[in-house]
């Protein structure tokens, strides 16, 4: 498994979140009628307001990339 540094914005392989997906998409494959999404990214309360916000954005870019 690939561990990710905690202010990263990858998507670690093999975990958990990586198995999320995996079946996120699975679902939005099988449900073509599922046309809209919102995707989020969060962090912790450690850290400056401008990086976390940064870093909350790169986290739902992540995601949208993986997805695509």
Request: with cysteine.
């Amino acid at each position: 498994m690939d561990r990710c540094s905690p202010n990263s914005a990858k998507i670690a392989t093999g975990s958990e979140s990586t198995r999320a997906l995996e079946e996120l998409a699975r679902v939005l494959r099988e449900n073509p009628s599922i046309t809209k999404l919102r995707i989020e990214g969060h962090t912790d309360d450690r850290g400056g307001l401008k990086s976390n916000q940064k870093l909350s954005q790169d986290r739902a870019k992540s995601v949208v990339k993986w997805l695509v």
